[in-house]
């Protein structure tokens, strides 16, 4: 995909109770829809009616400041500084592939959490090369659960926020415990999908 589609899918993809509960004995999988883009591999643990129970592989990210705003001004910016990153604003001047998701972390009231912007690094870069923006940095995920809901259409904020309350809902009226302080959301289709998109939020489970 040229840069100017990378760009375009990644400035869309940013704007944006269970009563019985199934037992899943699965292998690690790569998300059907992660499409052709490389995504992080995960283990279905249980699947719920509204939602699910992911065991993720250690991953890695290329991670950067995200300021709120209400025009997604600064959504934009912090993409920007993740795409020249991957378009070889980087110590070796190499070029990566775009990954899904494109993940927000999002301090709830009284977080002590930064909000942050993150691409996932993809599997073939074994080494990833150092920022030279001092503004991003590398981080390495260990490996972590996560409850995630699921859901289609072009996501806005408003709708991650709607999702992510109740799902937390649904966790509470469960018993099931999880990292209050924040939630990720999670985009990934490029602009271009009209049909079967799928966006998510997690909480991390604990």
């Known amino acids: 995909m040229?840069?100017?589609?990378?760009?375009?899918?990644g400035l869309l993809v940013v704007f944006g109770i269970a009563v019985t509960a199934q037992d899943v004995a699965s292998q690690t999988q790569r998300p059907s829809f992660c499409g052709t883009n490389d995504c992080p591999s995960y283990q279905l643990l249980k699947k719920y009616e509204?939602?699910?129970?992911?065991?993720?592989?250690e991953t890695r990210w290329v991670v950067t400041p995200l300021v709120q705003d209400v025009f997604g001004i600064e959504m934009m910016k912090s993409f920007r500084r993740l795409f020249k990153y991957i378009t070889g604003m980087n110590s070796e001047g190499q070029t990566i592939n775009m990954t899904v998701p494109v993940a927000i972390d999002v301090p709830l009231e009284s977080?002590?959490?930064?909000?942050?912007?993150?691409?996932?690094?993809?599997?073939?870069?074994?080494?990833?090369?150092?920022?030279?923006?001092?503004?991003?940095?590398l981080k390495k995920s260990p490996e972590f659960s996560a409850y995630v809901r699921q859901f289609g259409g072009y996501a806005l904020g408003f709708m991650y926020e709607k999702h992510a309350k109740a799902l937390a809902e649904d966790l509470k009226a469960l018993g099931l415990q999880f990292d209050e302080t924040y939630y990720v959301r999670a985009g990934y289709n490029d602009p271009f999908t009209l049909f079967n998109r799928h966006n998510e939020v997690w909480y991390i489970a604990k």
């Not at 509204?50 to 592989?57: L, P, Q, S």
């Not at 977080?111 to 940095?137: A, C, G």
């Open 111 to 137: 977080s002590s959490v930064s909000s942050t912007m993150s691409f996932f690094v993809p599997h073939e870069v074994e080494n990833p090369p150092t920022p030279t923006d001092p503004e991003i940095h």
């Open 50 to 57: 509204n939602f699910e129970h992911r065991h993720y592989e």
């Open 2 to 9: 040229e840069a100017k589609s990378e760009l375009l899918l």
